[in-house]
């Protein structure tokens, strides 16, 4: 699906649904801002944009057609002898976590900006697009009066979509809190062990990306306007919460493990104190049917009427003595 919109300087939709042949003419109009919304077209169709319209660089053209590029910002600048002009290219991943399957599913999310164009590539809708484009056709204030304002509306939209996935986070984490408490068992182990793996990919995400925009907050690109340097050092400062976050809850998950190995270690303890205090009251009894279990004729007790009960009291008196003597200790 490819969608085009042309926005005047004053942020007001010009056109929409823009024929491919038309859109140099737009480009080379200064009074318009084009935006072109490339998502899950054909790998040769992007090219034709991508290469044919706006002649990027080839080596952001590669890297934005294949997926799994690590978060990234990078800008070119035109020789004498190129086509395109002067452009970052960034990478950047939107996230959304299932707690069905306890996964984080990271969808990734290319942009070319311009100084009077802003092209983005993507498999799957965005919650993050979708948001931006309804405020550009919708808003009142105006946001795609150029591309810098729109790039800055769809990465805070985009970190801002990273909120429900933390929230969902959260509770499957206090859920795992409560379970440990209450019945641990093997399964709550093996869900520890993959939201706090799931914890570690979420972390590997904002790292890069807060290194991406942290570039933006420092206003490294002549591409942002400096009035609008602080709204991406907003962003920035959110994406960093989010990071402290993130740490935040993978040191939860490391204490509910170790209350979880705690709580294994004790019952283990307990079921081993048991098994000795069994063992050990029933050492007595054990010695005397051991010693009157010797079949030979020259025991003597063999030849007196009254042994058999014998060995019985000396059973009982031996093993109650040890009952005392460990309820004096408080062994039991």
Known sequence: MIRSFAFTTAGRLHTQDIEMFLMPTLLADTNLFLWVDLEDVKDDEARRILEGVFHFHPLSVEDCINENQSPKVETYEPKEDDKFAQYLFMVIHAVDYNRKDGLFATRELNFFLGKNFLVTYHHGPLRSIQETEERCLKSTVHVARAP?????????????????????LSLEIAELETEVLRNPSPETLERILRVKKEVI??????????????????????????????????????????????????????????????MSANKTSEIVKVLTMITILTTPATIV??????????????????????????????TLATLIYFRRKKWL
């Open 201 to 262: 990919h979420l972390r590997q995400i904002i790292g890069p990306q807060r290194e991406v925009l942290q570039r933006f907050a420092r206003g490294e690109f002549k591409l942002i306007r400096a009035h609008l340097v602080p709204y991406f050092r907003n962003v920035y400062d959110g994406l960093f919460r989010i990071g402290e976050l993130a740490q935040n809850y993978a040191d939860s998950l490391s204490n509910i493990l170790q209350i979880y190995l705690n």
């Open 289 to 318: 049917a051991s010693w009157y279990g010797m079949n030979f004729e020259s025991i003597a007790e063999f030849r007196w009427k009254h042994g058999y009960a014998a060995a019985i009291a000396l059973t009982a008196v031996t």
């Open 148 to 168: 810098d304002r729109v790039a800055h509306a769809m990465l805070d939209s985009l970190v801002e979509n990273y909120k429900p996935a933390l929230d969902e």
